[in-house]
Every structure is written in structure tokens, then in C-alpha cells.
């Protein structure tokens, strides 16, 4: 049963367009929510998050938006550059729940 | 260290050999977590340590995984009698929590391939 849901396994976006990469979960306790990015052979970095008291958060290229009555989230790039081709996991956890959980992932491909 | 250092980055094991994996976190991160990468897939929970508490093992797959963090710094995962089911790529992420924010630090990984 997975709690963080991401449908779009692969995503490709033209250089300088926005991006939008989208993600559900289910459990009703999360209220925090993440992105992390990964490239090849290393490990995930943390990118941005978002408290469930807020519907966005913004840092420099990247948004975040959360609509909680949804159980729905969606990162915004914007605009896409070729460095910013890797695979984004989307993340859920709660201040009363130790487990940090992660989504299957989208990679996402900016074509110059 | 400046980051989360995992060792070995690569691991061939025969099928029934028993494994050990290394993470070295942040200095002062008080929690320690270990995922489990199969291909393709998003990293997959395993076991929490707070400092060498071990809170909450409910992702180890089976009583072959074995987790501890004695000193409340560094951590071993032991995997015993090896399957091929367990080639992953095994992660080790730490922070300064609790409360828990979900920012973690992760380290490279350590990849098991099992024959």
C-alpha cells in the first residue's frame, strides 16, 4: 500500500519551460511534506518542503504547492535547465511520526 | 565529517554469505535512518535510531536484517545469509532531529549485488 504516490515515472521538459512534477498520498498524518533530488550514484539531497499549515512555498526556481483537501502536491520549476535533469522524489512525514516516506520518483530530462 | 560517509560503495556477495554496511553520519545528527533502493524505485524505510535507541525497526524485511548504532554515532547494517532478493542500493541518511522535519542527509550508498 503506498502512502506517497507519483504517476508519472518520467517526465521531459524543454530548456527554460516550467516543470511540474506531481505527487499523492493518502495518510492523513503527514504534515510535512518534501522534494529531493538524486542524480546517478549519489545519494538524494533534500530540495524543498512544505508545512500542512501553508499551500506554498517558494525557493528561488522551485515551488512547492499543497493542497491538503487533495491529498495532492506539485513541484514548479520554472524555468528548467539542463542541470536540473535527475530523478525527484517526493517525501511525507509528520512531527509525531518517525518515518520519513518516499514516493517511487519521476525523472525528470531537460532538453537544451 | 562535512557529509554522511557509507562504506563499502560497492558489494558482491555470494548467495548465503552474511554482509555488514557502514554509515558514519553528521557529527551531533542525533537520528539515523536506513533505506532500502531496489531499481527504480524510491528508497524504502527500514529502521530509526535515535542516538543508539533503535525506535522503530518495522521496515527490516525479515529477521536476517540487523541494525545497531551502539554509541549512538556510527551504524551497522548486517545482513546474514544473503538473497539474491536483497541486491539494493542501501542508503544511510541522518539529521539533527527530532522533532522530525524530514530534511535528511544522505549518504552515497552502499550497493549489494548478491549472486
Not at chain 2, 524504502?44 to 521496515?59: C, M, P, R, V
Request: hydrophobic fraction near 35%.
Amino acid at each position: 500500500d503506498q502512502q506517497v504516490k507519483q504517476n508519472s515515472p518520467s517526465l521531459s521538459v524543454q530548456e527554460g519551460r516550467i516543470s511540474i512534477l506531481n505527487c499523492d498520498y493518502t495518510n492523513s498524518m503527514f504534515d510535512y511534506f518534501l522534494w529531493y533530488k538524486k542524480y546517478p550514484a549519489e545519494g538524494p539531497t533534500f530540495l524543498i518542503s512544505i508545512s500542512s499549515i501553508k499551500d506554498k512555498n517558494e525557493d528561488g526556481r522551485f515551488t512547492v504547492f499543497l493542497n491538503k483537501s487533495a491529498k495532492h502536491l506539485s513541484l514548479h520549476i520554472v524555468p528548467s535547465q539542463p542541470g536540473d535533469s535527475a530523478v525527484y522524489f517526493c517525501a511525507a512525514t509528520g512531527t509525531s511520526y518517525d518515518k520519513v516516506i518516499f514516493g517511487p520518483g519521476t525523472s525528470l530530462s531537460v532538453i537544451p | 565529517g562535512a557529509g554522511v560517509s557509507q562504506s563499502p560503495r560497492y558489494k558482491v556477495a555470494k548467495r548465503g554469505q552474511d554482509v555488514a554496511l557502514r554509515c558514519d553520519p553528521i557529527s551531533g545528527h542525533v537520528s539515523l535512518f536506513w533505506y532500502q533502493q531496489a531499481l527504480g524505485q524510491g528508497p524504502e524505510f527500514l529502521t530509526y535510531f535515535q542516538n543508539e535507541a533503535q525506535l522503530d525497526k518495522s521496515g527490516l524485511p525479515s529477521d536476517r536484517f540487523f541494525a545497531e548504532r551502539p554509541e549512538g554515532s556510527v551504524s551497522t547494517l548486517k545482513i546474514q545469509r544473503t538473497q539474491q532478493e536483497d541486491s539494493a542500493v542501501y542508503l544511510c541518511a541522518s539529521s539533527l532531529g527530532p522533532p522530525n522535519t524530514g530534511e535528511l542527509f544522505f549518504g552515497e550508498g552502499s550497493r549489494l549485488t548478491v549472486l
